[in-house]
C-alpha cells in the first residue's frame, strides 16, 4: 500500500528567509503524481505545485519549487522568500494512475512565518 | 468561475443523531470525491464517484455512512446514526476527470457531543 511520511509536524520562517518541507512516500509503482497542498486556518485547500513522475526536472511556481528524488522517493517543498501569507498547514500528497484520481495524503506540517 | 460548494460550513450534533453535508461541485468536474479530515491528520478518502457511479468506497464505513450522487451533479454524504468519533472536517472535492487537479470546497466542521 501507498503511505505518504511528513516528519516534520511544525516548521518556522522569518519572513523573507527560504525554508524546506520535506515528505518522503512509498510505493512500488512508477507511474505517478505528487502534490504539494496548502491549507490555511480556517480556509480551503488549495493546490501549490504538482510533479509527475516520469518527468526528471523539478517542478516550480514563482516562489514554490519541489527537489523530486525518485530513487530516494523523496518529495521536498521549498518555499523562498517567504510571506506572512504562507502561513498555513501543507500536505503531500500521492496520487496513483490506476486508482483513478485517489490521492493519498500525509500528516501535514504546520508552517509559521515570523515578522 | 465558481468553486466547490459546501453546506452547511458547521454542524453539532449528539451521539447516535443524523447528519447530512451536501456538495455542489466545479460545473463540468466529472469526478467528485468526499474526504473525511480529523484534526490533525491529513485527508482520508471516504467515497469517489465518476458521473454517478461510485468507483471507490473502500474507506466509508458503511454500516453508518452513505452517499449519493444523483443525476452526476450535486452529492450528498449522511451519517446516521454519527458516534464521537465521526467528529471531523468533511471535504469535498472535484476534478474534470480522475488523475486531473482536484479543487476543494470549504468544507463541513461536524462536532457530535
Known amino acids: 500500500a501507498q503511505t505518504v511520511t511528513q516528519s516534520q509536524p511544525e516548521m518556522s520562517v522569518q519572513e523573507a528567509e527560504t525554508v524546506t518541507l520535506s515528505c518522503t512516500y512509498d510505493?512500488?509503482?512508477?507511474?505517478?503524481?505528487l502534490f504539494w497542498y496548502k491549507q490555511p486556518p480556517s480556509r480551503q485547500m488549495i493546490l501549490v505545485i504538482r510533479?509527475?513522475?516520469?518527468?526528471?526536472q523539478n517542478a516550480t511556481e514563482n516562489r514554490f519549487s519541489v527537489n523530486f528524488q525518485k530513487a530516494a522517493k523523496s518529495f521536498s517543498l521549498k518555499i523562498s522568500d517567504s510571506q506572512l501569507g504562507d502561513a498555513a498547514m501543507y500536505f503531500c500528497?500521492?496520487?496513483?494512475?490506476?486508482?483513478?484520481?485517489?490521492?493519498?495524503f500525509g500528516q501535514g506540517t504546520e508552517l509559521s512565518v515570523k515578522p | 468561475e465558481a468553486g466547490v460548494a459546501q453546506s452547511p460550513r458547521y454542524k453539532i450534533i449528539e451521539k447516535r443523531q443524523s447528519v447530512a453535508f451536501w456538495c455542489n461541485p466545479i460545473?463540468?468536474?466529472?469526478?467528485l470525491y468526499w474526504y473525511q479530515q480529523i484534526l490533525g491528520q491529513g485527508p482520508k478518502l471516504l467515497i469517489q464517484?465518476?458521473?454517478?457511479?461510485?468507483?471507490?468506497d473502500s474507506q466509508l464505513p458503511k454500516d453508518r455512512f452513505s452517499a449519493e450522487r444523483l443525476k452526476g451533479v450535486d452529492s450528498t454524504l449522511k451519517i446516521q446514526p454519527a458516534k464521537l468519533e465521526d467528529s471531523a472536517v468533511y471535504l469535498c472535492?472535484?476534478?474534470?476527470?480522475?488523475?486531473?487537479?482536484?479543487?476543494f470546497g470549504p468544507g463541513t466542521r461536524l462536532t457530535v457531543t
Open positions: 510505493t512500488s509503482e512508477s507511474d505517478y503524481y
Open positions: 460545473s463540468g468536474h466529472a469526478t
Open positions: 464517484f465518476q458521473n454517478n457511479g461510485v468507483v471507490d
Open positions: 500528497a500521492y496520487l496513483f494512475y490506476n486508482q483513478g484520481g485517489k490521492l493519498i
Open positions: 472535492a472535484s476534478s474534470l476527470e480522475a488523475t486531473y487537479e482536484q479543487y
Open positions: 510533479q509527475e513522475a516520469y518527468k526528471q
